[in-house]
C-alpha cells in the first residue's frame, strides 16, 4: 500500500532553488497519482498491462528523482502506439457501455496518455524556469481533471451510479470488522465472507461513499461508517472491538493497543501490520481477519437515538441541486458556495475548516470530497429554506470530477465563469490525491484557490507570490475572515 502522504518528498529540497524543487515536486507528486489512478482503473477492468507498465515506470522515475531517462521512456509511446494500446484494453466492453461510450473513453485515455508523456518528456529537460514550470502545472492540472473523469467512468460501471443516503454512525449490535480506505473491490470480498460469518463490517476514512453505491446495497452486513477525522485515529481505532482491514492509505503506525487486530491488504511501512495473505486465485485470505473479529467482543446493543451522515450526492440529482441553486442565488437567499476537498492531516491542532465551517453565513453552503469532510460533518444540519442540503459530500478525492462538474452546471446556469464564480475552491494538501485536486481546480480556471491549513515546507513567500502571480492561488487566513470572504463579482 503506497503512502500517500506528501512529506517528506515535499520537505525534502533536492536543488539549490528552492521554488525549482518545489515547482517539480508538485508536477512530480502527480505523475504518482496517476500511477494511483492506474491500478485502480485496473481492478475495475479498464485497463491493460502495457499502460500500466508505462506509468508504473514513469512512478520510479519521479519518485528516484532520474527523470534523464523520460526522453527514451517518452520514445516507446508514439501516438500509434498509444491509439494500439488504448484499442487493446477497448476490445471488451464494459458492461451497459455503448459505442458512444466507447469513443468517449478512447479519446478521453488518447489525450491523457500523451499529456503524462509530454510532462515526463518536460521533466526530463531539467527546466529551471519557474514560468516554464508553472505552465507545466497548468497542463497537468488539465490531465488531472481527464484522469478523474476517466476513474469516475470506470468506478460507475463497476459499482453503479451514487445515490443519497444515510449513513448509521452510532454503534451496532454484533462481532465485527472495520474497512479502512476506499479499495471497494476489496470491500466488496470482504463483505461476501463478512455474510457468509455474520459479521458486521463498518467503514472507515473515505470508504464512506461505498454506502451510496447501488453495488453495496445489496449487502445487509455493510451497517455503518465508524470514526471522524483522521487526527483520532489510534484513538479510535483502539476503542474499535474487532478486525481492522486496511485496503489504502492514508493510515498512521497503529498503537500497541490494537496493532495485533489490523490487517492489510498490501505491506505499509509499518513493520509490525501484518498483511493478509493471498489464495492461489489472488483473491484474499480473510480468515485471520473472521479469527479476529471473532476473539473480539464486538459492539454492544446501543442506546439512545441514532446518529446518521448523508453521503451521496455525486450523481443524476445533481442537476436538480444545481437548479435549486440558482434559483436560490438569483433571489439573494444563496451567496456563495464552499468547495472543500483533500486529505485531512494527523494533526488534531489543524482545525481550521472546523471553525471556518462553523462561521460560515446562513447564505453560504458547503461542499466536500475527500477525507477533510471528517472536519465538518460530525453534526447533521437542518436543510436550507429552499430545500437544499447546507453540507453536500460528493465523495471522496478521487472523486473530484463530480465537484468541477457540479461547479461548471452551476455556473452555465448563471451565466458566470470560473473567475465570476460563486464557488470558492480551498484545498487541503497532504498526499498525492490532494495535490491533483488542487491542480485540476486550477487548470479549470478558477482564481481564488485557497491552499491549508497545512503548507508544505518548500513553499516559502517566494513561491507563493508566484502561484498567486500565475494562478490566483493563495494560503488559508483566519477562519473567520474565510467564512465572511466576498464571493467573486
Given at each position: 500500500m503506497a503512502d500517500e502522504r506528501i512529506d517528506p518528498a515535499f520537505d525534502v529540497v533536492d536543488v539549490d532553488d528552492s521554488m525549482i524543487s518545489s515547482l517539480r515536486n508538485l508536477l512530480e507528486a502527480w505523475c504518482k497519482h496517476i500511477a494511483v489512478l492506474a491500478v485502480g482503473m485496473r481492478e475495475l477492468g479498464r485497463q491493460n498491462a502495457l499502460v500500466d507498465a508505462f506509468l508504473l515506470e514513469a512512478l520510479e522515475i519521479t519518485s528516484s528523482g532520474v527523470v534523464a531517462d523520460a526522453k527514451t521512456l517518452t520514445k516507446k509511446c508514439t501516438a500509434a502506439d498509444v491509439v494500439y494500446q488504448l484499442a487493446s484494453f477497448l476490445s471488451a466492453p464494459a458492461e451497459g457501455e455503448t459505442p458512444e461510450d466507447r469513443k468517449e473513453a478512447e479519446d478521453q485515455f488518447r489525450a491523457a496518455f500523451d499529456g503524462v508523456a509530454d510532462v515526463l518528456a518536460f521533466l526530463s529537460t531539467n527546466s529551471t524556469d519557474p514560468n516554464e514550470l508553472v505552465d507545466a502545472m497548468v497542463?497537468?492540472?488539465?490531465?488531472?481533471?481527464?484522469?478523474?473523469?476517466?476513474?469516475?467512468?470506470?468506478?460507475?460501471?463497476?459499482?453503479?451510479?451514487?445515490?443519497?443516503?444515510?449513513?448509521?454512525?452510532?454503534?451496532?449490535?454484533?462481532?465485527?470488522?472495520?474497512?479502512?480506505?476506499?479499495?471497494?473491490?476489496?470491500?466488496?470480498?470482504?463483505?461476501?465472507?463478512?455474510?457468509?460469518?455474520?459479521?458486521?463490517?463498518?467503514?472507515?476514512?473515505?470508504?464512506?461513499?461505498?454506502?451510496?453505491?447501488?453495488?453495496?446495497?445489496?449487502?445487509?452486513?455493510?451497517?455503518?461508517?465508524?470514526?471522524?477525522?483522521?487526527?483520532?485515529?489510534?484513538?479510535?481505532?483502539?476503542?474499535?472491538?474487532?478486525?481492522?482491514?486496511?485496503a489504502s492509505g492514508p493510515f498512521d503506525e497503529p498503537t500497541g493497543d490494537y496493532a495485533d487486530y489490523v490487517f492489510a491488504v498490501e505491506p505499509t511501512r509499518w513493520d509490525g501490520v501484518a498483511v493478509i495473505p493471498r489464495k492461489e486465485d489472488g483473491s484474499l485470505d480473510l480468515d485471520p481477519v473472521v479469527k479476529g473479529a471473532a476473539d473480539s467482543s464486538g459492539f454492544f446493543k446501543s442506546r439512545g437515538p441514532v446518529a446518521k451522515t448523508p453521503v451521496g450526492f455525486g450523481g443524476e440529482q445533481l442537476a436538480s441541486l444545481v437548479e435549486k441553486l440558482a434559483r436560490a442565488y438569483r433571489v439573494g437567499a444563496l451567496k456563495r458556495v464552499v468547495a472543500i476537498g483533500g486529505d485531512d492531516t494527523p494533526s488534531p491542532e489543524q482545525d481550521f475548516y472546523t471553525k471556518m465551517h462553523a462561521l460560515l453565513p446562513k447564505q453560504s453552503i458547503t461542499l466536500t470530497f475527500g477525507e477533510v469532510k471528517f472536519r465538518i460533518n460530525a453534526e447533521l444540519e437542518p436543510p436550507t429554506d429552499y430545500g437544499a442540503p447546507r453540507l453536500i459530500d460528493l465523495g471522496r478525492a478521487r472523486d473530484m470530477n463530480a465537484t468541477l462538474r457540479f461547479a461548471a452546471e452551476l455556473n452555465r446556469e448563471l451565466d458566470k465563469t470560473p473567475a465570476t464564480s460563486p464557488v470558492s475552491f480551498y484545498a487541503s494538501l497532504w498526499g498525492e490525491k490532494s495535490v491533483a485536486c488542487f491542480l485540476a481546480m486550477c487548470a479549470s480556471g478558477y482564481r481564488d484557490v485557497a491552499v491549508g491549513p497545512y503548507r508544505p515546507a518548500v513553499w516559502n513567500d517566494e513561491i507563493v507570490a508566484l502561484l498567486r502571480e500565475k494562478l490566483g492561488v493563495r494560503l488559508v487566513g483566519d477562519p473567520a475572515a474565510e467564512a465572511y470572504a466576498e464571493p467573486a463579482a
Open positions: 497542463k497537468v492540472g488539465g490531465l488531472a481533471v481527464l484522469a478523474f473523469d476517466i476513474y469516475e467512468l470506470s468506478a460507475r460501471y463497476m459499482f453503479g451510479e451514487p445515490v443519497p443516503a444515510s449513513v448509521r454512525r452510532t454503534p451496532s449490535e454484533g462481532r465485527c470488522v472495520l474497512f479502512v480506505g476506499d479499495d471497494y473491490g476489496k470491500l466488496r470480498e470482504l463483505l461476501e465472507r463478512a455474510s457468509f460469518n455474520e459479521l458486521n463490517v463498518w467503514t472507515y476514512g473515505e470508504g464512506i461513499s461505498a454506502h451510496s453505491l447501488p453495488e453495496f446495497s445489496k449487502f445487509r452486513r455493510l451497517v455503518g461508517h465508524y470514526g471522524g477525522s483522521r487526527c483520532n485515529q489510534n484513538k479510535e481505532l483502539g476503542g474499535f472491538p474487532g478486525s481492522i482491514v486496511v
